[in-house]
């Protein structure tokens, strides 16, 4: 993410959700709820809000920080999306943006 701004963090959120929902088929009644973490260096807006933004209103949603990990990728926002479906955890498109394709090499050495 370029900078800790609230329009930054509020279109990065959209723009991640909105892939999850595009690339995977989700249909929003079908998302329990949603938890977001930023990196420490974000902090100027809940990323829920862009949940909020996008009509989500009986969606359960909640905030939290990453661990502030050494050398670990800066201002980096991650959306973990818990949906309702009948597809196999092979089936599940997981979406990396701005740089963050990295993360999930780095998940799967851990």
Same mark, same amino acid.
């Given at each position: ?9 509020? &279109?990065?959120? @959209? /723009?991640?959700? +909105?892939?999850?929902? =595009? !690339?995977?088929?989700? =249909? ?6 949603? %938890?977001?973490? !930023? !990196?420490? $260096? %974000? ?14 209103? +009986?969606? *359960? %949603?909640?905030?939290?920080? /990453?661990? $502030? ?15 309702? !479906?009948? @597809? ?12 963050? =394709?990295?993360?999930? &090499?780095? *998940? $799967? @050495?851990?």
């Amino acid at each position: 993410m370029p900078e800790n701004t609230r329009g930054a963090i509020i &279109a990065a959120s @959209k /723009e991640l959700l +909105q892939g999850m929902v =595009e !690339t995977n088929g989700v =249909e929003i009644g079908d998302v329990a709820c949603v %938890l977001f973490t !930023t !990196t420490p $260096d %974000l902090n100027a807006v809940f990323p829920a809000a862009a949940a909020r933004e996008l009509g989500w209103t +009986q969606v *359960a %949603l909640l905030c939290g920080h /990453e661990m $502030d990990v050494p050398g670990s990728l800066s201002r980096c926002l991650r959306v973990l999306l818990l949906v309702n !479906t009948e @597809k196999s955890n092979e089936e599940i498109v997981h979406v990396y943006l701005r740089g963050a =394709e990295g993360l999930r &090499a780095e *998940a $799967d @050495k851990a």
